[in-house]
């Protein structure tokens, strides 16, 4: 187990070692510098000599040579410094820390819904498989899963913001107040939680399917158990491995959407840090963020393997 | 025991009663306001003389005054005091003094506002080459405290634009010489101003609180306290709005999210024109076709404005000149381009281009930038042009523009009140990118430029500036399409509000409903 | 229903057996499998024939006419700037399943290629690969076309060549665990120990057995590379204006949702028709291939 864990801990360190260097080298290629972003903001009217341009880019260290860059970078992350954000003049530790939590609320409440939603429905059409209400719980998760994000977004902004008055249009609504909060994150819960209910319902109904088809369910309702055990002890236990590993998946995936989810509910968090800080230039954000992201990302994946192991246990770590 | 009870019941009811003038003295009835910040939050820097970001702009008004202000309304014109009661100008034009107001206080309790402050504030910004508006103040000799109210600033050259661009504008709020030098880099995120609002803080979810500053020298402000929200998008502003989430909006670029606010009864709008803020056409120096005049008017001829008032009906004014006749030092006398494609291909022609040419189309990826380009693009082609449309992010898209790497692009260019600025910024030989805006490298009125900047007499200066703008639009260098409109919206419980021009929002001009 | 039992050595020749039980096969399958089909079929047409079938043209700019409700003169009425939003959907059906496919293709070779590779090459290098695909596959799909969208610019390649980086990972991974499942079965031993080549073998006993999968993936990644196609262009960061893709249109529309919605319901309904589609058949053949159903 111990072996298993420090070889998945080795592979995670490569692997955001890698994100880290592309996402290094691809934004300082991209054309324009933090130094450009100001310029575009201010338009000639602070001061722009080429030589005070210059010193800047020396003092921010812009006109060394990538490796050079970079090297003095990772030193810095190492030792738990990952630099100071141009545009929100704190450091990217900080900036990071305080928009954080607003993510990952989003992604267990999509994800809550997506259970919640998804996984009953799926065992119902997984029993009942083949009469109307299957097809039309499949019907609708087909579809669900099918519609672009951003437009489900838009549609529940418009029926229950802007015409039922229902819901707040925009923010993360005031900390202290969990009412408020939960107000906030309704619609942008339910819009990344319907297409992952959708996947989770259907991901669920085919392993019912598998399973019921099984032979030792076959031989428990022979051995003539009441229907519920056979349902509860056997097909829905062992339904669990698959569906866990969805489940994980899924907030993995949750988290990819947050992007544009949160762009278009005016939620801060993560994802929107991220497209705010490209454009921005902010080189020493888009790292961080990014390299938070990755870290989070890979440790949903570990925790999902560990968990399918877990659930398993015919699996051996190998 | 009836008369008991009864004597009871009326002390309790007149306490109830008493209650609200006794407890209710001490609350704060005053509302507390949400407000759309008009630009994407990036920001949190609250020194003004280190500014970096548009939207922290906004809220630099609400929290410092300046010795001298424009009148607040939608086109500054009109200069007013603030922190100053009365200023002479010298008649060599190179010294000013200013008399300040006495017993304006700095709202964490520091004491009075001083000449020294002023002198402070100036001189920061004068001798650290890493302040933002350094090369503002290059003008400037010498900022002395003459005593505690008179404060003298001594100009190396005459300058006919100072009180405009460096008092009344971006170098000039007054800070507290005490607290810079106490909080140091600490100042930034929590300053200490004289204005109508005291800052409270910038919050992790991104807004700005302000509250009050009830010792105000103007008076108490009539809102509690102040918070900026970001909101990105135009419908998300308008809804919010709506719901009562905010209660006063700016918005740019969506003529239908207005015509929504306006039908609604319970918001008030207001339509700002800002005739200083011109958008328009560039050429770059590095595009072979439009160094020839005749190039650049076949395209001012090619472009039919009804159209692009059609996109945007009842937001920005079209604009055949460069620089209005209601504004100081503008005028409608001038050649101009009304629609007229025949014309535009016999000028190509008489240009040696029969075929038209390929064009390359810098956009920005924002409104009403890609609206009016494919408009554009459309009537260039109609004449005969190959219009590609370029369309980048800002940054990506000013990085080309600074390598001036670009054919054709729009854009809008805004500097307000003093007209000086303006035609500097677009048509002098010191604006050659980095420096400044002029693109072509035009060189057609530099003298009558600096003409104008050194002239005090204001009838003197307003002909030498219709001279001018005859001479740039014979030639052309750039191409007037619209001047640029936003419309400020504002719901209950607020009555009125004066509306600003330049990201300026006038906290303490809020009215609300009693 | 019941198919009698087959080898599933070949599963194409199984399958050709199989048609005549196709009309057997459960009612749900078969009837979305069709409609899904269908809906393809008649998208093909509209790619195909496009520019025939608008009745106007699409970049004709006329703001007078901006923003109209559904009408006998516009039938799905019309954008901001007055064009007509049914031929502006019916051109940006090409752009839209033009860059889907392309990025399918793209990502299907290069995820085919290295997950084969992995899954067939025995000891390290073919855990070397498979880190490799595992580290892509942790990238988020949507933010990954994203950032690299905004990074470089965008562009029809730039595009394309981001959803395809961003798909990859996902066939390799089907693609090496198909090859490892069948890697060891005793035929291929059998004709690695005859002595035959890396590449033939490869080809001909693997291929045949990863193929069903991948087909099936391939299907569902069309219907992915449609979807974040239209996330970017909705983000502004897909084929520039004035070019009409369904993602542009939902980006232009977006900022007049609360006025005139049909721009967003129209160009949001046809990718989501169209990914509906593609899912339908998706699982229509999943369930066609899939050797267990056939051996009931």
């Not at chain 3, 070397?128 to 905004?150: H, K, R, Y």
Request: charged share 20%; glycine share 8%; hydrophobic share 50%.
């Amino acid at each position: 187990m111990l072996h298993y864990l420090v070889r998945r801990l080795l592979a995670a360190v490569a692997q955001v070692a890698v994100v880290l260097v592309i996402t290094f080298v691809l934004v300082r290629l991209t054309p324009g510098d933090p130094v450009t972003a100001y310029l575009s903001r201010v338009q000639s009217e602070a001061t722009a000599s080429p030589a005070y341009i210059a010193q800047i880019r020396r003092e921010l260290a812009l006109d060394q040579p990538l490796p050079v860059q970079f090297v003095r970078y990772i030193a810095r992350v190492v030792r738990g410094n990952l630099g100071v954000s141009y545009t929100q003049s704190e450091p990217v530790g900080q900036v990071i820390g305080d928009q954080i939590p607003y993510t990952i609320e989003l992604a267990l409440a999509s994800l809550l819904i997506a259970v919640l939603v998804g996984l009953p429905l799926g065992v119902y059409a997984g029993i009942h498989h083949g009469d109307s209400l299957d097809y039309v719980a499949t019907a609708a998760a087909t579809v669900s899963y099918s519609l672009p994000r951003f437009w489900i977004g838009m549609i529940l902004i418009v029926v229950f913001a802007v015409w039922l008055r229902l819901f707040p249009v925009v923010g993360v609504g005031a900390p202290g107040s969990v009412l408020d909060v939960l107000e906030h994150l309704a619609l942008p819960a339910i819009t990344l939680g319907m297409a992952e209910a959708a996947y989770i319902a259907r991901m669920t109904r085919s392993a019912m399917l598998e399973i019921l088809r099984e032979d030792y369910v076959r031989t428990a309702r022979a051995k003539g158990l009441a229907e519920r055990t056979v349902l509860l002890r056997h097909t829905l236990r062992n339904a669990m491995i698959p569906i866990s590993t969805v489940i994980g998946l899924t907030l993995g995936r949750a988290l990819g959407g947050s992007a544009v989810i949160e762009t278009l509910f005016g939620r801060v968090g993560i994802g929107s840090l991220i497209v705010l800080s490209i454009t921005e230039r902010d080189y020493a954000l888009v790292q961080g963020a990014v390299l938070v992201f990755a870290v989070g990302v890979f440790l949903v994946n570990l925790a999902v393997d560990l968990g399918y192991a877990w659930l398993n246990p015919r699996i051996r770590f190998t | 025991m009836v008369r008991r009870c009864l004597a009871v019941l009326a002390v309790v009811c007149v306490a109830v009663t008493a209650w609200p003038w006794t407890g209710g003295a001490q609350q704060d009835a005053r509302p507390a306001l949400r407000v759309r910040l008009q630009f994407a939050r990036a920001g949190g820097i609250y020194d003004p003389a280190r500014w970096r970001y548009t939207s922290d702009w906004f809220v630099y008004p609400d929290l410092f005054n300046w010795l001298v202000r424009w009148k607040p309304g939608p086109s500054p014109n009109q200069l007013e005091p603030d922190l100053a009661e009365r200023w002479e100008v010298a008649p060599d034009g190179l010294t000013y003094t200013f008399h300040l107001r006495k017993g304006v206080p700095w709202n964490n309790g520091l004491g009075e506002l001083t000449a020294d402050d002023v002198a402070f504030s100036f001189r920061r910004q004068m001798t650290d080459p890493k302040m933002t508006f350094y090369a503002v103040l290059n003008n400037v000799t010498a900022v002395d405290a003459i005593d505690r109210y008179t404060v003298r600033f001594t100009l190396k050259e005459r300058d006919a634009s100072f009180l405009w661009t460096a008092v009344a504008y971006r170098p000039g709020f007054i800070v507290p010489e005490k607290a810079v030098r106490q909080l140091g880099d600490g100042f930034v995120k929590a300053p200490v101003g004289s204005g109508p609002f005291q800052f409270v803080q910038l919050t992790p979810q991104g807004e700005v609180v302000m509250r009050a500053n009830d010792a105000y020298f103007r008076g108490r402000p009539q809102v509690r306290q102040l918070t900026f929200v970001d909101i990105e998008d135009e419908n998300t502003a308008a809804a919010a709005l709506q719901r009562g989430d905010v209660q006063v909006i700016w918005t740019r670029g969506n003529p239908d999210i207005v015509k929504l606010l306006r039908g609604d009864p319970k918001i008030r709008t207001t339509r700002v024109v800002e005739y200083d803020n011109l958008f328009q056409v560039q050429f770059s120096s590095t595009f072979k076709p439009v160094q020839d005049a005749r190039v650049r008017q076949a395209l001012a001829y090619a472009i039919d404005r009804r159209v692009i008032a059609a996109a945007l009906p009842g937001l920005d004014a079209m604009a055949d000149v460069m620089r209005p006749a209601q504004l100081f030092g503008g005028t409608n006398d001038v050649p101009t381009y009304p629609y007229n494609p025949a014309k535009a291909k016999q000028l190509l022609r008489e240009a040696g281009y029969p075929n038209g040419f390929a064009l390359a189309f810098l956009v920005q990826r924002r409104e009403p930038d890609t609206t009016v380009s494919q408009i554009l693009a459309a009537q260039w082609q109609a004449v005969g042009l190959q219009v590609k449309l370029d369309v980048l992010d800002a940054t990506a898209a000013f990085d080309v523009r600074y390598k001036e790497a670009f054919n054709v692009t729009i854009d809008a260019t805004a500097r307000p009140g003093d007209p000086h600025l303006f035609f500097w910024d677009l048509f002098d030989t010191a604006s050659f990118p980095p420096y400044g805006s002029n693109y072509l490298h035009y060189t057609g009125v530099d003298s009558l430029i600096d003409a104008g900047r050194i002239t005090l007499n204001e009838r003197q200066r307003a002909a030498i500036y219709r001279v001018l703008q005859r001479k740039v639009m014979e030639d052309l260098p750039i191409i007037p399409l619209f001047y640029r409109a936003y419309v400020l919206a504002t719901g209950d419980p607020v009555v009125s509000m004066t509306p600003g021009a330049f990201s300026m929002f006038w906290g303490d001009t809020i009215k609300v409903r009693r | 229903m019941s198919l009698s039992g087959s080898s599933a050595a070949n599963p194409i020749r199984a399958a050709a057996r199989g048609r005549r039980r196709w009309r057997r096969h459960p009612l749900l399958s078969h009837r979305s499998f069709l409609f899904g089909a269908t809906v393809l079929a008649g998208l093909a047409v509209v790619v195909a024939a496009g520019p025939a079938l608008a009745p106007a043209d699409p970049l004709a700019i006329n703001p007078v006419n901006r923003l109209q409700a559904p009408n006998p003169a516009h039938w799905l009425g019309t954008d901001n700037l007055g064009r007509d939003l049914l031929s502006r959907l019916l051109y940006g059906a090409r752009y839209s399943i033009a860059v889907g496919i392309t990025a399918m293709v793209t990502g299907g070779v290069i995820g085919g290629l290295l997950g084969s590779l992995s899954g067939y090459s025995r000891g390290r290098a073919g855990i070397a690969l498979g880190s490799v695909i595992d580290v892509f596959l942790a990238f988020p799909l949507e933010l990954t076309a994203l950032v690299l969208v905004s990074l470089t610019g965008s562009g029809l390649g730039n595009v394309i060549l981001a959803i395809s980086l961003a798909i990859w990972p996902g066939i390799a991974r089907i693609v090496r665990g198909e090859v490892l499942r069948v890697r060891d079965v005793e035929f291929v031993e059998a004709a690695r120990a005859l002595g035959g080549r890396v590449a033939r073998i490869l080809r001909r006993h693997i291929l045949g057995n990863v193929l069903a999968p991948l087909i099936v993936a391939l299907t569902f990644n069309v219907g992915s590379a449609v979807l974040v196609e239209a996330s970017l262009s909705f983000l502004g960061l897909g084929v520039p204006p004035p070019t009409p893709t369904w993602g542009n249109i939902a980006n232009d529309s977006q900022k007049y949702l609360v006025v005139a919605p049909w721009g967003m319901l129209f160009s949001g309904a046809a990718v989501g028709l169209t990914v509906l589609s593609l899912n339908l058949v998706g699982d229509g053949l999943r369930d066609f291939f899939d050797p267990r159903l056939r051996q009931r």
